[in-house]
């Protein structure tokens, strides 16, 4: 059993908002009809729930098996259909290319020295020109998780040569419930 499907065992889920995110809106109105969607780190996946109601071809990962099973539960009462994936991001290999990736709490869950191998699969799940809708947590602490994510640190890992970062420096400000918030960027795949 992994630490994080213990967390969910046990109920400690404070990542967990129990409904859509806000900055959803943002991707949303960025993507065309039907376009394909991964969501990794999905959690319970209300953004899977939002993302499949609106008519996006929404792939949906998580490692926690519970998060998985609850997700699947949902979409069937909604009678939505979503591709849901309970496995390791880290060995996820999809036949295709996506249109977009919903990047909210996966980042931040990770141990930062994943994070360069995570930015790979990133810009490879992608297609050319696909939109990366990351929120960056903000927590302003050591540790983890959620671990620290700052912006010259994420303007590194994400690179010029690989990303296009939005021109205009105003991110979308997200807050939570515990005091601590995400910074809005969507970033275009570019590079090799």
């Given at each position: 059993?992994?630490?994080?499907?213990?967390?969910?065992?046990?109920g400690?889920?404070?990542?967990?908002?129990?409904?859509v995110?806000?900055?959803?809106?943002?991707l949303?109105?960025?993507?065309?009809?039907?376009?394909?969607?991964?969501?990794?780190?999905?959690?319970?996946?209300?953004?899977?729930?939002?993302?499949?109601?609106?008519?996006?071809?929404?792939?949906?990962?998580?490692?926690?098996?519970?998060?998985?099973?609850?997700?699947?539960?949902?979409?069937?009462?909604?009678?939505?259909?979503?591709?849901?994936?309970?496995?390791d991001?880290?060995?996820?290999?999809?036949?295709?290319?996506?249109?977009?990736?919903?990047?909210?709490?996966?980042?931040?869950?990770?141990?930062?020295?994943?994070?360069?191998?995570?930015?790979?699969?990133?810009?490879?799940?992608?297609?050319?020109?696909?939109?990366?809708?990351?929120?960056?947590?903000?927590?302003?602490?050591?540790?983890?998780?959620?671990?620290?994510?700052?912006?010259?640190?994420?303007?590194?890992?994400?690179?010029?040569?690989?990303?296009?970062?939005?021109?205009?420096t105003?991110?979308?400000?997200?807050?939570?419930?515990?005091?601590?918030?995400?910074?809005?960027?969507?970033?275009?795949?570019?590079?090799?």
């Amino acid at each position: 059993m992994t630490v994080w499907e213990e967390r969910y065992q046990r109920g400690e889920t404070g990542w967990d908002r129990g409904g859509v995110s806000p900055a959803l809106t943002q991707l949303v109105d960025h993507l065309h009809l039907e376009a394909r969607v991964l969501i990794p780190g999905c959690g319970r996946g209300h953004e899977v729930i939002e993302l499949a109601r609106l008519g996006f071809r929404v792939t949906a990962i998580d490692i926690a098996p519970s998060a998985i099973a609850h997700l699947s539960q949902q979409l069937e009462q909604e009678d939505l259909d979503a591709e849901l994936v309970n496995g390791d991001l880290f060995a996820y290999a999809p036949d295709q290319c996506f249109d977009a990736v919903y990047e909210q709490t996966c980042l931040c869950a990770i141990e930062p020295e994943q994070r360069a191998d995570y930015e790979q699969r990133l810009h490879g799940w992608l297609k050319p020109e696909g939109i990366l809708y990351a929120l960056f947590m903000q927590t302003g602490m050591r540790g983890g998780p959620p671990f620290h994510c700052d912006l010259l640190m994420m303007r590194e890992l994400f690179d010029a040569s690989r990303w296009q970062w939005p021109e205009e420096t105003g991110a979308v400000l997200v807050p939570h419930k515990n005091g601590r918030f995400e910074l809005g960027h969507m970033l275009r795949r570019t590079g090799r």
